[in-house]
Structures are given as structure tokens and as C-alpha cells.
């Protein structure tokens, strides 16, 4: 018997799941302190703090154009994990 052992990256899966979005117009909800992924996957996003919504709207402009303090906030904390792409298109026209 042949016991086969696949990795898969979180990185794979995501694309996965945009292909699966894309091609069968599925609809998901992710939950997820990672802006990198939320970047990459949503079209809108919504952050909560204390169990309530304080900022809401289209993804990319919630990241590049951060109304609430909460907001920027994990924005300027997270920058390490790969939002700063989608904060550095702000300034390309």
C-alpha cells in the first residue's frame, strides 16, 4: 500500500478558493486578522471591534482610504504582512 502525503499552502488554498469564487459565483465569508488575505479574497470587508462594526465598505478602500482610528490602527500594525502592496497602488493613478 502506497501512502501518498500532499502540502498545501495557506497561499494555495486562497487561490483555490478565488478560482472557486470566480468560476462557480460563490460567495464566502472570511474571518481573519490577516489583511494580506482579506486583500487578496474580499470585495468588501468589515472590522469589528468589541463584537461591533466600526468600518465597513469596499476592500480597497477600506485599506488604502481608512476612515476609523481602529482601522488604521491594524493597518499601520500589519503592514509586515503584505498589505503595504495594496497601500503603496494609493499613489499610482
Known amino acids: 500500500m502506497t501512502i501518498g502525503i500532499v502540502l498545501i499552502s495557506s497561499a ?3 487561490v483555490l478558493l478565488v478560482k472557486l469564487r470566480r ?3 460563490l460567495t464566502f465569508i472570511v474571518v481573519s486578522h490577516d489583511l494580506a488575505v482579506i486583500s487578496q ?6 472590522v469589528f471591534r468589541d ?3 466600526v468600518e465597513a465598505g469596499p476592500t480597497r ?4 482610504e481608512p476612515r476609523h482610528p481602529y482601522t488604521i490602527e491594524l493597518i499601520e500594525n500589519h503592514e ?3 498589505i503595504d502592496r495594496v497601500r503603496e497602488q494609493r499613489s499610482r493613478p
Open 41 to 46: 479574497m474580499c470585495d468588501t470587508v468589515h
Open 51 to 53: 463584537g461591533g462594526i
Open 23 to 25: 468560476d462557480r459565483g
Open 80 to 82: 509586515r504582512f503584505g
Open 61 to 64: 478602500r477600506v485599506l488604502r
Open 12 to 14: 494555495l488554498v486562497n
